[in-house]
């Protein structure tokens, strides 16, 4: 499956993510949403991730794109988000991230981290 981080620096981010997921549609179950779009495509996105993995987000190098201010992400939390589709992602993402409190961003598979209001579904890589 492809994924990409969600991350944020907010103390409730997963609480927020949770809520904010379910106002757009998801089925939230626990630490774990998903959406399916009209054409049955899912996205599924996974919490309490812990520090196990922690250096695939917190550790560069990265390169930053989008206009907000880079984050130190050293100090983020993170939620996996699978998804085949990089539009879909993009789309979908952008819309929950519009509906968070604070900040989040998208760290991809190529070490790029996004506002996650700004992923690029061309550029973006899961």
Not at 35 to 63: C, K, N, V, Y
Not at 65 to 73: F, I, W
Not at 82 to 94: I, N, P, T, Y
């Amino acid at each position: 499956m492809k994924a990409a981080y969600l991350v944020s620096l907010a103390p409730s981010f997963e609480d927020d993510v949770w809520r904010a997921a379910a106002t757009l549609g998801a089925d939230v179950q626990g630490q774990c949403a998903q959406f399916r779009d009209d054409e049955d495509h899912s996205l599924t996105i996974f919490g309490d991730l812990g520090q196990e993995g922690a250096w695939e987000w917190q550790q560069g190098p990265f390169e930053f794109r989008g206009t907000a201010p880079a984050p130190d992400l050293s100090r983020a939390a993170a939620l996996s988000v699978e998804c085949r589709w990089e539009d879909l992602f993009a789309s979908w993402v952008g819309r929950l991230a519009a509906l968070l409190p604070a900040p989040s961003w998208v760290v991809d598979g190529d070490g790029v981290v996004w506002p996650a209001t700004q992923v690029d579904p061309v550029a973006l890589r899961l």
